[in-house]
């Protein structure tokens, strides 16, 4: 387990347009090698900003996905399921490439999905604008910021992913805790409706759905980073709030919802409330209980195909897959 994983629960500077590297893999039982992509999702806004946590994060270009590219007999593939990967860290912590090693052995190598990394504004009090720091220091975020990047990526991914071998079709929302509250949100609130015919399923690990219902010890300091208003700010909490969009009669993707024996205090009940919402107003909602498993382990075992978790999830991105047949052409007389 990385270090920096654990303070990421808690709570390459990339400045150049493009980077590829081809990662061969080791396992002589793997299906595929992996190509990894880092580009900007925002070419017309970078955004460099300084965390003053992480040496290798400063001057870092935070709008940019890595894309997991699974390749066989070094050709490219096609048409293949996309998960659209969206970190947790409370809004405040955590950059895409901690979690490469998680998402890669199975998702990519065992399994041959495009997996696409989302970097994203964090609204840590020790993040700053790049061009201010240290001289004038300058909050780097508030929501909404990590959630307008969020769907400018997802807007990304469904423009230029057929270009990694995925299909724009049939594209998967990953999030996980702070991740699976804004790849939910995403998916339900109603300035990204637009997006929701190419996501064929959310998936939400220990996410969080009703913001001024959050364990306010171990939240509010990070509510209070987040919003411009803090944890008061019931209003901005509420609209902030994927439950306040699941309404009947409205056009949503399908969701898995999962959360844990050992997770944070009050996601368990977020997560139930959310998916009997979801059940009560005639949508489709799978979920499930991973006995066992922490907030953490859930987020790691990923990496490892037997974890029932992985199992779970991988199972409901084969079952959801949209099949497209292609009728022959028939010319007129």
């Not at 230029?160 to 299909?167: E, V």
């Not at 022959?328 to 007389?333: F, R």
Request: overall charge negative; charged content about 15%; hydrophobic content about 45%.
């Amino acid at each position: 387990m990385v270090k920096r994983f654990g303070r990421l629960l808690m709570a390459a500077s990339l400045t150049c347009g493009l980077l590829v590297i081809l990662a061969v893999t080791l396992d002589a039982a793997a299906a595929y090698t992996v190509q990894r992509t880092v580009t900007r999702y925002r070419p017309d806004a970078p955004f460099l900003i300084t965390d003053v946590r992480y040496a290798d994060k400063s001057n870092f270009e935070t709008r940019t996905v890595e894309v997991l590219q699974p390749l066989a007999d070094g050709g490219a593939l096609h048409d293949r399921p996309v998960i659209f990967f969206v970190h947790g860290g409370g809004w405040v912590d955590g950059y895409a490439d901690w979690y490469t090693q998680f998402l890669t052995p199975t998702l990519v190598t065992a399994e041959g999905f495009v997996v696409v990394n989302v970097d994203y504004r964090l609204t840590s009090d020790q993040v700053f604008l790049a061009a201010t720091y240290p001289q004038t220091p300058t909050k780097a975020a508030w929501y909404a910021d990590n959630l307008e990047d969020v769907a400018s990526a997802l807007d990304w991914t469904v423009q230029h992913i057929a270009g990694y071998g995925g299909d724009p079709l049939n594209i998967f929302l990953l999030g996980h805790s702070a991740g699976g509250h804004l790849v939910s949100l995403l998916a339900t609130h109603d300035s990204h409706r637009a997006l929701r015919p190419h996501v064929r399923g959310v998936i939400s690990l220990s996410g969080a759905y009703q913001l001024d219902e959050l364990n306010p010890l171990i939240f509010n300091p990070l509510l209070d980073q987040t919003f411009i208003g803090g944890h008061t700010d019931q209003s901005a909490l509420q609209a902030a709030s994927p439950a306040s969009y699941v309404q009947a009669g409205e056009t949503l993707p399908p969701f898995y919802v999962l959360h844990c024996q050992l997770d944070l205090p009050s996601l368990p009940e977020q997560a139930i409330a959310f998916r009997n919402q979801l059940e009560l107003t005639g949508h489709a909602v799978t979920w499930d209980y991973l006995p066992g498993y922490t907030h953490e382990s859930e987020m790691t075992a990923l990496a490892d195909s037997q974890e029932l978790v992985t199992q779970r999830v991988v199972d409901y991105i084969r079952t959801h897959v949209q099949k497209t047949a292609y009728l022959p052409l028939i010319a007129a007389p």
